[in-house]
T-cell receptor, first 116, second 113 residues
Framework: AQTVTQSQPEMSVQEAETVTLSCTYD???????LFWYKQPPSRQMILVIR??????QNATENRFSVNFQKAAKSFSLKISDSQLGDAAMYFC?????????????FGQGTILTVHP | GAGVSQTPSNKVTEKGKYVELRCDPI?????LYWYRQSLGQGPEFLIY????????DSGLPNDRFFAVRPEGSVSTLKIQRTERGDSAVYLC???????????FGNGTRLTVT
């Protein structure tokens, strides 16, 4: 079975600064997808960014980018120019290419605090 | 509707009681998923529906948990003989089909006293 580990229970950043959230995963598969989700107090999970394992190029979405290291099984999220609205719980998630699209394995989450 | 709707938003029940949690997916979405999120943890997959049928129920923890989607739209997650360990946020998500991005609801917070 696949596992996803987020070793940082909490992180904080000053507004306009950059922060990196860590994620490692364990799998024996070569084809899979990785995701970062944001969960604000509303509890709704919001997709931030996704990465296909077969793509070597790191995904970027505006201020959000990832550092995907397949050999190391590492998938970190970098948030640039942090904004107050970025404060939330962030989850890293894995999906096997063999599984149904919505069957995700999530990490334990990292609470991100943004200081003005 | 505009998004995935889950009702009730919060539910408190006594140990041993039966509860039903409802999920209204986005109109036209054929795929529907249930997840359970315990306090301080990430969501855990419970069950996946494609249309009316459960395509994958491998995440249901035991036979006290059951879910239905009789007309391929609204889904109900049913929990019998609730236990305090069932206390969690139950999240529902839908997608246009089995390959499209997920849209999550705001969840139902279930508290078993």
């Amino acid at each position: 079975a696949q596992t996803v580990t987020q070793s940082q229970p909490e992180m904080s950043v000053q507004e306009a600064e950059t922060v990196t959230l860590s994620c490692t995963y364990d799998t024996s598969e070569s084809d899979y997808y990785l995701f970062w989700y944001k969960q604000p107090p509303s509890r709704q999970m919001i997709l931030v960014i996704r990465q296909e394992a077969y793509k070597q190029q790191n995904a970027t979405e505006n201020r959000f980018s990832v550092n995907f290291q397949k050999a190391a099984k590492s998938f970190s999220l970098k948030i640039s120019d942090s904004q107050l609205g970025d404060a939330a719980m962030y989850f890293c998630a894995y999906r096997s290419a063999m599984a149904s699209y919505g069957k995700l394995t999530f990490g334990q989450g990292t609470i991100l605090t943004v200081h003005p | 509707g505009a998004g995935v709707s889950q009702t009730p938003s919060n539910k408190v029940t006594e140990k041993g009681k039966y509860v039903e949690l409802r999920c209204d997916p986005i109109s036209g979405h054929t795929a529907l998923y249930w997840y359970r999120q315990s306090l301080g943890q990430g969501p855990e997959f419970l069950i996946y529906f494609q249309g009316t049928g459960a395509a994958d129920d491998s995440g249901l923890p035991n036979d006290r948990f059951f879910a239905v989607r009789p007309e391929g739209s609204v889904s109900t997650l049913k929990i019998q003989r609730t236990e305090r360990g069932d206390s969690a946020v139950y999240l529902c998500a839908s997608s246009l089909d089995g390959t499209a991005p997920l849209h999550f609801g705001n969840g139902t917070r279930l508290t078993v006293t």
